[in-house]
Structures are given as structure tokens and as C-alpha cells.
């Protein structure tokens, strides 16, 4: 942890963090933006393969969300991982990632990470090719949405990154 991070908590999120994080989702101006809904129910029901960063208030300043895959029960899959912008470049996406990955390895025997990144989105590419290296895993990328795949309009296609096996 960096003394940047030394004032931040990180832990899992709660039902009350749920219009927060939906609004740093928003935000971002990167991510998907889910409704204000999904974020409240991700916060009840995925709280413990979820993360929140939180200042030295309480107050969420970024998040990692994500769920364990119902047919590779050791993989977690990282659905968005966001930061407020006043605390962006301050390697704290990287903390809450190492954060996650080490409670899930020890609370439900994850041993893979897994996320969908669309070509171009250069901070995630680094964010996770970075984990890995951290990890010492082995880093695996391949097409797994086509962008003719999505009904909503043009998408640019998801490129699934699999992470694993993880040194702990």
C-alpha cells in the first residue's frame, strides 16, 4: 500500500454504497452503466466477491465488483472496477483488485480471475496484464462476445482475460 492508500479502508460493500458506486460507475465514462438497481442488489448479493475503496470519512471513492462463476466455482469474474477521478493515478484500482483476489483465494479457494475488457480500453489492459505479473500468473485473452453479439446497437467486441493460476 502506498501512502497515497494509507488513510483509504478497503472492505466489501453495503446496500447504502449502492448509489455511490452507481454514480462513480457513471462517471467513469467508461463502463457500462448498469441501472441504479443492479448496483443497490450487487451490493447485497455480491458483497463477498465485491470491494470498496472508502477515504478517511467512509465515503466510497471506488469499487471492484464481481461474482464467483457458478460453473468454475474457484474463478471470479470482475464485472467493472471504477475509481472516483479525484483519486484516480494513485494505483488504487491495483490495491482493491490484490484486495479482492487475496479475500476470495482465502474465504472461497479462487485460484483464477477472470474480466472482459473492449479493445482500446488501455487502462484496464494494463491493470490486469499488471496483476498478473504481480501474481505471477499466466495471462490468457480471447474474443468471448462478438460485437454483432450485442442486440442493443453497435458494441466493440469483449475480450475475456483469464488469469491464472495465482501465486498466493
Not at 488513510?7 to 452507481?22: C, K, M, S, Y
Not at 465485491?50 to 470482475?78: C, M, N
Not at 490484490?98 to 483464477?112: C, I, K, N, Y
Request: glycine share 8%.
Amino acid at each position: 500500500m502506498t501512502a497515497a492508500q494509507a488513510d483509504l479502508q478497503i472492505d466489501r460493500p453495503t446496500v447504502a454504497d449502492g448509489a455511490v458506486l452507481w454514480r462513480i460507475a457513471r462517471d467513469s465514462k467508461v463502463l457500462d452503466l448498469n441501472s441504479s438497481y443492479s448496483y443497490l442488489l450487487w451490493c447485497r448479493d455480491f458483497a463477498a466477491t465485491s470491494a470498496v475503496a472508502r477515504d478517511e470519512r467512509g465515503e466510497p471513492i471506488g469499487f471492484v465488483s464481481g461474482y464467483l462463476r457458478p460453473d468454475s466455482p474457484r474463478t471470479l469474474l470482475v464485472w467493472q472496477v471504477a475509481v472516483d477521478a479525484s483519486y484516480r493515478g494513485r494505483g488504487l484500482a491495483a490495491a482493491l483488485l490484490d484486495g479482492l483476489a487475496a479475500r476470495t483465494a482465502a474465504e472461497h479457494g479462487v485460484d483464477t480471475v477472470e474480466t472482459t475488457i473492449a479493445p482500446g480500453n488501455t487502462a484496464s489492459e494494463r491493470l490486469f496484464t499488471a496483476f498478473a505479473e504481480r501474481h505471477g500468473a499466466l495471462l490468457e485473452r480471447e474474443v468471448l462476445f462478438e460485437a454483432g453479439q450485442f442486440p442493443d446497437g453497435p458494441h466493440d467486441p469483449e475480450v475475456l482475460y483469464r488469469i491464472g493460476p495465482l501465486a498466493h
